[in-house]
């Protein structure tokens, strides 16, 4: 039995091609024989053709024997996404308890944000990833007529607010961060966000005294992240908002070919899943073009997950040096390089690296 079992699911488009790359770095890390085990778990849209559903009947059980899991991206035009969204990823991140979304947002050496004034960007996201707007309670009627409804119904409940924020105040204690800034529309979604900032506002008051808070409309978020994205260090959101905070803190950064992201049950009772931030991105996959940087970093965030802080830390700093030395580049940051290229040149910085420190 090795020390970490990993359940790897590739899933669609560029994710097996972007996991090949991780698979190969976890490969090269040193550690006792058998430190880590990969098994490869084939549920994506073929399956889904194959077989009618994204995953087995069993397949809670299957996962849950894993230390983690390490997951590509999901996404076929033959399947409807809301299929492979709801069948594989929803059900993991909500029967695993996954309901925090890690998204750590940075710029990186070598590479130029669209924005001006974009080098010293450093925050994390904190996204609620259990509840809140990605709720199946709601429903349709009168489907094709002129009079057709559609009622979707958000979900905040206060254990729930409450539990993301103390992952993002213990982040922000842990890094000696000194401010949160909390997302919120609690002008116009007068229910749910309004619950938000009460129990965010209660949570960093009884627990958190040390920090700052600060309260902020998503909508004017959005333009301080372009603004001024040098003066966040901790961002607290609802799972809506914190989705596309991250996507535009990505796109700030250098784009979804480098953001990583985890999916964390912080009790540890179930494996958390470890993803990088964008899809399946069908118009690249197949050319072997793909970005293979999130994905990788995505499997950093796993170690660092798993108690193996250091080796997370070797791959981050290969793929830094990587990148600052920008003679590989992948299409995605101004290159031509393939996605095997960029995985070999990450390797070969890993090889160079002393094995401590
Ligand atoms: P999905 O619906 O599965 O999220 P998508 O194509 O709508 O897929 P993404 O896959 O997140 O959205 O990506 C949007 C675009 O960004 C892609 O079509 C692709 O052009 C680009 N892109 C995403 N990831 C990468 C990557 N790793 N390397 C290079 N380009 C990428």
Redesign the pocket.
């Known amino acids: 039995m090795a020390k970490y079992n990993i359940a790897v699911i590739e899933g669609d488009?560029?994710g097996p091609e972007?996991m090949e790359q991780a698979l190969n770095v976890l490969g090269a890390l040193g550690g006792e024989a058998d430190w880590l085990s990969v098994e490869k778990l084939p549920w994506n849209s073929r399956y889904y053709l194959e077989h009618g559903r994204m995953m087995p009947e069993g397949w809670k059980e299957q996962l849950q024997r894993f230390d983690a899991i390490l997951f590509g991206?999901?996404?076929d035009a033959r399947v409807p996404?809301d299929v492979s969204v709801w069948e594989l990823i929803m059900p993991i991140r909500k029967e695993f308890r996954q309901y925090v979304n890690f998204r750590p947002v940075r710029s990186l050496p070598g590479i130029r944000s669209p924005l001006a004034d974009g080098e010293d960007i450093e925050f994390a996201i904190f996204r609620e990833n259990a509840e809140g707007e990605y709720s199946d309670s709601g429903g349709r009627m009168f489907r094709g007529e002129p009079a057709e409804l559609a009622i979707q119904n958000t979900v905040m409940t206060r254990a729930g607010i409450e539990r993301i924020t103390r992952a993002a105040g213990d982040y922000a204690r842990r890094h000696g961060k000194t401010k949160l800034t909390s997302a919120t529309k609690s002008n116009a979604v007068v229910h749910a966000n309004k619950l938000w900032d009460e129990q965010v506002a209660r949570t960093v008051r009884t627990d958190y005294p040390e920090l700052e808070l600060e309260s902020v409309y998503v909508d004017a978020l959005a333009a301080y992240f372009v603004q001024r994205p040098q003066s966040f260090e901790v961002v607290v959101a609802s799972n809506l908002f914190g989705d596309i905070l991250s996507d535009l803190g990505s796109g700030i950064t250098g784009?979804?070919?480098l953001s990583p992201s985890a999916n964390i049950n912080p009790e540890k009772d179930f494996p958390s899943m470890f993803e990088?931030?964008?899809?399946?991105?069908?118009?690249?996959a197949g050319k072997g073009?793909?970005?293979?940087i999130?994905?990788i970093w995505s499997a950093a965030l796993m170690l660092d997950h798993l108690g193996e802080a250091e080796k997370g830390k070797k791959i981050v700093r290969a793929i830094e040096q990587v990148l600052a030395e920008g003679k590989v580049k992948?299409?995605?940051i101004g290159g031509d390089a393939t996605t095997a290229e960029m995985g070999q040149a990450i390797l070969d910085k890993l090889a160079a690296l002393p094995e401590k420190g």
């Open positions: 488009g560029i972007v991206a999901i996404g996404d784009g979804l070919g990088p931030v964008h899809g399946s991105a069908p118009d690249i073009i793909a970005n293979p999130a994905q992948t299409a995605d």
